[in-house]
T-cell receptor
Framework: AQSVSQHNHHVILSEAASLELGCNYS??????LFWYVQYPGQHLQLLLK??????LVKGIKGFEAEFIKSKFSFNLRKPSVQWSDTAEYFC?????????????FGAGTRLTVKP | NAGVTQTPKFRVLKTGQSMTLLCAQD?????MYWYRQDPGMGLRLIHY???????AKGEVPDGYNVSRLKKQNFLLGLESAAPSQTSVYFC????????????FGDGTRLSIL
């Protein structure tokens, strides 16, 4: 089964700083990639996803992620963070093109943005 | 359109007690999932269902049972609760297709004393 690694456990930034959260996965075949965000006390919400086409995908709230197949990575970026981006971010990978149900989540990265 | 609804939102149990968590979705999704979320471990899949009347084990199924008698409902049962089952439980559902994102409920915070 595939595994997902998020290298940063807790990131602290000031407002307007740039953000990059790392995500690496272990599966060698075709993958579907997702980033979810969980605001304090809320459920997970989809930020963006990649399954084919342009490896640079744009999501909601100014977030984007780049799929680099050779590096097995799907890093999340935002040019300028806001205090409201304080949340926990989860990378998730689902292998294959069919109805594979082996979705794996990373351990999450907690982002704190200081005003 | 409520999406994915979980009940209850909070519950405290004593060791050995049983309970059932209910997940209901109104999006006509085929696939439904139960996860547990623990600090530093992300979400781990307990059980899932690919359609009415079917269930399958996930990554951490021990101590839990599930049922999917109706397409819109997915029940998670704890027959004899243990302190190790203290966690936040999330239900999710999605459309057919591995590229489809999951839609999550608000979670159930469960404490086992």
């Amino acid at each position: 089964a595939q595994s997902v690694s998020q290298h940063n456990h807790h990131v602290i930034l000031s407002e307007a700083a740039s953000l990059e959260l790392g995500c690496n996965y272990s599966y060698g075949g075709t993958v579907n990639l997702f980033w979810y965000v969980q605001y304090p006390g809320q459920h997970l919400q989809l930020l963006l996803k990649y399954f084919s086409g342009d490896p640079l995908v744009k999501g909601i709230k100014g977030f984007e992620a780049e799929f680099i197949k050779s590096k097995f990575s799907f890093n999340l970026r935002k040019p300028s963070v806001q205090w409201s981006d304080t949340a926990e971010y989860f990378c998730a990978v689902n292998a294959g093109r069919g109805n594979n149900n082996d979705m794996r989540f990373g351990a999450g990265t907690r982002l704190t943005v200081k005003p | 359109n409520a999406g994915v609804t979980q009940t209850p939102k909070f519950r405290v149990l004593k060791t050995g007690q049983s309970m059932t968590l209910l997940c209901a979705q109104d999006m006509n999704h085929e696939y439904m999932y139960w996860y547990r979320q623990d600090p530093g471990m992300g979400l781990r899949l307990i059980h899932y269902s690919v359609g009415e009347g079917t269930t399958a084990k996930g990554e951490v199924p021990d101590g839990y049972n599930v049922s999917r008698l109706k397409k819109q409902n997915f029940l998670l049962g704890l027959e004899s609760a243990a302190p190790s089952q203290t966690s936040v439980y999330f239900c999710a559902s999605r459309l057919t297709g591995g590229h489809q994102p999951q839609h999550f409920g608000d979670g159930t915070r469960l404490s086992i004393l």
